[in-house]
Each structure stands twice: as C-alpha cells, then as structure tokens.
C-alpha cells in the first residue's frame, strides 16, 4: 500500500521512539518489553544483574523504581535506591576521599551506608510512619544501635550525601581501630559476617572519657532490623546501578571497592532469612570479570595473582544470565516503540479505541508482529529478512545486540527519512527505506564506538583505530602481526573481549564485526 506525502509526514512527525540513554528515556515504562531477565529480577531469582553497557541493566533498574509502588502495595516490598533520584552515581563526589580505603574498610563503607539507606529512606520516612505505628519499641531499638555505630538520629531526612558524609566521618574522625571478632552463635549469625569492632577515638565528652575507647558490635543492629521487619510485614530491597562511576576504570581502588562490596552483599543477611533484606546490583560484566578472573587481573596488575574472593559461588548465586536480547526481543522492542505513535497505528488499521497495553498484547503475538514489521521494514534486505539482517549488523564479536544501538539505529533512520522528504519525497510501500536504514545503522556504530567502547576502555583506543586504518575487514594472523607486533596476541584478546573482533575458526582468520565497520570507515564487505 502507497503512502501519499501528507499521511507520511504526519506519521514520521508523531513517531517518537524514546531515548537510547535509560535515564533520559520518556517512554521506557510504556515500551517496555518482558524478558525473562526482568522476570527473573521482580521475582526475585537475580540480585546480581549482569550485562554490557546499553544492553538494558539501567532500564531494569529505572522499570523497578517506576513500578515500586505496585511492589510496595501487592508484596510490601520497599525499593531503597542507592543512587540519586536523577541517576547519577552518588559516590563520585568522595572519590578521593574513598581511594585511601582498603577492602576491608569499603566493606564496612557498604554495610553502614545499606543500613543508613534503611534508617533514613525507610524508618524517617513520612509515606511510612503510619505503617509502622505499632513497632514503636522496634524502631527505638534499631535507633538506638544505629547511633551506637554513630549514624546519628535526626529529625529529618538527610540526602545520601549527608548520609555518606556521616558515613566517612565515623572512618576519618572517631575510629581509632577496626578489628574483626568471629560469631560462633549460629543462632544469632552476623549482619556482618565477621563481627567487626570498632574502638573509637576518645572525645572532649566527660562520659566517653570515663568509659574509655568504647568497643560495638555491628550485628546488633541487624537483629533489630530483624525484628522490625517481621512485625511490620515489609521486606527492602536495596538497588544499586552506575557502580562502574564510581571509581576510576580498572584502577586498584575499583577493584577493592567492588570487592569490598560483592564481601558485603555476601554478609549483609539478617537472622539467616535472605528474603527479609536484598540487595540488588546492577553490573557490567567486564567489572565482574576484573574482579574475579586472575587473567583479566594481570592483565592491569602484572604483579601477583587476584586475590581469592571468599564464597565467590555463594555470591554469584542468584546472578542473571548476562543480557542478552534475541531477534524476537529486539523485533519487539523497536515495535512497542514505534507503535506507541497513534498515526501509524491509523496507518496499520489498529481500531482507535485499542489503548497501548492492548497494543502491546497485540505484539506478544509472533505472526502479528510479523504483519506490522513487513508494513514498517522492507521485507527483504540484500536477500535476507529484514530483521535478521539489521539483527546481524547489530552484533557485536560476543554475539550481543543491545537495546541502546537499535534505538540509535530507529533514530537514525527517522532523521535521514524526515530530510530526505523535503528535498526529495517519492510515494514508498514502508515507513523506512533501505537507505534510511543503513543511515540509522552508521549512527549506532558511530555512537557505540565512540560514546561506548572509548569510553569504557580508553587503553584500548589506540589499538582499535590501528585496525580502521589497516582497512582488511577480514585478518590473517600475519595482519595482525605487522598491526600490533609481537605481542599482537594479547591485544587481540582484549579486542575480542570487547567485541570488536572475533576469530573464525573455519577459515582460521578475524573478522571486524559488521557493527564497528562504519564507524571504522570500512565497507561491510571490503
């Protein structure tokens, strides 16, 4: 069917396809799409949530903070956010201050800022004072012993740089000493694992001069969190995402801090019930590999091994497969989004008074997506199916495709369309034509290499644009010498990490995946 010019502008000015950036998208709740990880995450399989940057681990975390409200009423769950209410990491203002740290002091960090998070967002919070009307004496307890391990009691809530300040106040100001203090009653078992006792400074105050250095033992507060919880009926889930901000890339003080953070997840439980308190963390899984494969270790610290990380299996347990979407994944992604515009939908004969979520039921349906896609997307593109050849070009050397390039690509692909309708218009069949398509395509490459993989790995850029300037698409082992030299091996098991390049054994050479070409100047098939 021919689409005359005015129903066509009509339909490109009304398409609005989100933001490729999780925090800066509009529609992301009302496009959002099902996968088996975000089921896995809200019933609670997942605490670790594991995947590239732009592969979706933000837009999960943003989805809960949206939905928390229908968590809280049918579950009593209370989502505590560790981050700020804009997204942004909290702990980049204290870098140099949490630097001097060691892993054990970031452990203790991470425990006293999740129990100052729940002190602050949950027991001085108005929306839940009423609620907990009746755990009076609770509530007095766990004050009483969070002020013992100096978070003070104020009469309002603080914002979580108040709270972090307090936090490092009690390391650079009060303490004299940390030790750890085994727990043998399995009965009562540790907030913290090892019980950690604190011997603080002595003040100008009479009365703690005449105690002395005053010693705590931390899991007191766990117990009355304990007990609070259970008369009250709530369970907290504590969130943390952009954990990969908060220290500077692959440096020794990121990995103690990460470290110290994956020994205090492991701890963090109260009375042994692990559904009373989580902790869910969003990271990429080049962070989990720094911190717990010994090659990718020396590969940034050539001196020694990575040291082992107790009960890493306990730890990982409740980790998500790493994200991943398939064909079927992405074709409903980009049409939840496209088809949120009520033009195109006039457009594909959807009755008016279908709503969105009835639209989304609609596309739940393989055979009905199928129908629209072939309406929006020629079916065919250089003899293979659309989809799978836009899915193809969207790989990287890992096999993953994520939700940030094909919005790149969407975006793309409407700019070059709404250009190309002024100057030269001529009725078509589809909403995107081939060219517009491949437009949308260089975008996502260009934004995926240069906003993401130079980015996230600065010592890597050299090496990458070695490889544009070579110009082979396809690399022999002898190419790769005469690139990088002697140690070219190392390198090309870095780029492979990545994704920039992959070996194929078949003919026992490396290919620059399609997804990279562009912005590399290359040709799809030079």
């Not at 002190?119 to 004072?129: G, L, P, Q, R, V």
């Not at 009355?224 to 008369?231: E, F, G, P, R, V």
Request: aromatic fraction near 10%.
């Amino acid at each position: 069917m021919s689409i005359e010019k005015n129903q066509y502008k009509d339909i490109l000015n009304d398409l609005n396809i989100g933001n490729s950036i999780a925090e800066q998208d509009s529609i992301l709740e009302a496009a959002r799409v099902e996968t088996p990880t975000f089921d896995g995450v809200i019933t609670d399989r997942y605490d670790f949530i594991i995947g590239r940057k732009g592969a979706g681990k933000t837009a999960i975390f943003k989805i809960l903070k949206i939905l928390s409200p229908l968590l809280l009423i049918r579950n009593k769950i209370v989502i505590l956010s560790g981050v700020n209410s804009s997204g942004e990491s909290i702990f980049n203002q204290f870098k140099e201050r949490l630097s001097k740290f060691s892993e054990q002091d970031f452990e203790t960090f991470w425990k006293f800022y999740f129990i100052s998070l729940i002190y602050n967002d949950f027991i001085k919070n108005d929306k839940f004072s009423e609620s907990l009307v009746q755990c009076k004496e609770e509530i007095d307890k766990f004050i009483i012993e969070c002020e013992k391990a100096g978070i003070p009691n104020v009469p309002k809530k603080q914002d979580k740089s108040q709270m972090i300040e307090w936090i490092l106040g009690i390391f650079s100001n009060k303490i004299k000493s940390v030790s750890m203090k085994l727990n043998f009653d399995v009965n009562t078992p540790s907030l913290l694992g090892l019980e950690p006792k604190i011997n603080f400074k002595d003040s100008d105050d009479s009365e703690e001069k005449k105690e002395g250095v005053k010693s705590l033992y931390v899991h007191a507060i766990g117990k009355a969190l304990s007990d609070l919880l259970k008369k009250s009926g709530f369970r907290i889930w504590i969130i943390l995402d952009r954990l990969d901000e908060v220290f500077n890339r692959y440096s020794r003080v990121e990995f103690r801090g990460l470290r110290g953070l994956l020994i205090a997840y492991k701890n963090f439980t109260i009375d042994g019930r692990g559904d009373l308190l989580r902790i869910k963390l969003f990271l990429r899984d080049d962070i989990v590999s720094f911190l717990t494969d010994d090659k990718i270790y020396k590969k940034y610290f050539r001196q020694g091994n990575i040291p082992p990380l107790p009960a890493a299996t306990h730890i990982f347990a409740k980790q998500s497969p790493t994200l991943n979407w398939d064909e079927d994944e992405i074709e409903q992604l980009i049409l939840n989004r496209l088809m949120l515009s009520k033009k195109l939908r006039l457009y594909l004969n959807i009755p008016k008074e279908q709503n969105d979520e009835d639209v989304k039921d609609l596309l739940r349906s393989k055979e009905q997506r199928r129908v629209y896609w072939n309406k929006i997307f020629p079916k065919i593109l250089q003899s293979s199916p659309s989809l799978k050849w836009i899915f193809t070009r969207l790989k990287d050397a890992n096999g993953i495709v994520t939700p940030r390039s094909v919005i790149d690509t969407l975006e793309g692909a409407i700019n070059y369309q709404k250009k190309k309708m002024v100057v030269d218009f001529k009725d078509c069949e589809e909403i995107f034509s081939v060219d517009s398509i491949k437009n949308g395509l260089k975008l996502a490459s260009i934004n995926k290499l240069e906003k993401d993989i130079y980015n996230e790995f600065p010592g890597e850029q050299e090496s990458i644009k070695k490889i544009g300037k070579f110009g082979k698409i396809k690399l022999t082992k002898s190419d790769l010498q005469k690139i990088y030299g002697k140690n070219w091996e190392e390198i090309v098991l870095g780029l492979s990490r990545i994704g920039i390049i992959r070996y194929v054994k078949d003919s026992g050479t490396y290919r620059v995946e399609f997804l990279f070409r562009p912005a590399l100047d290359m040709a799809y098939s030079s």
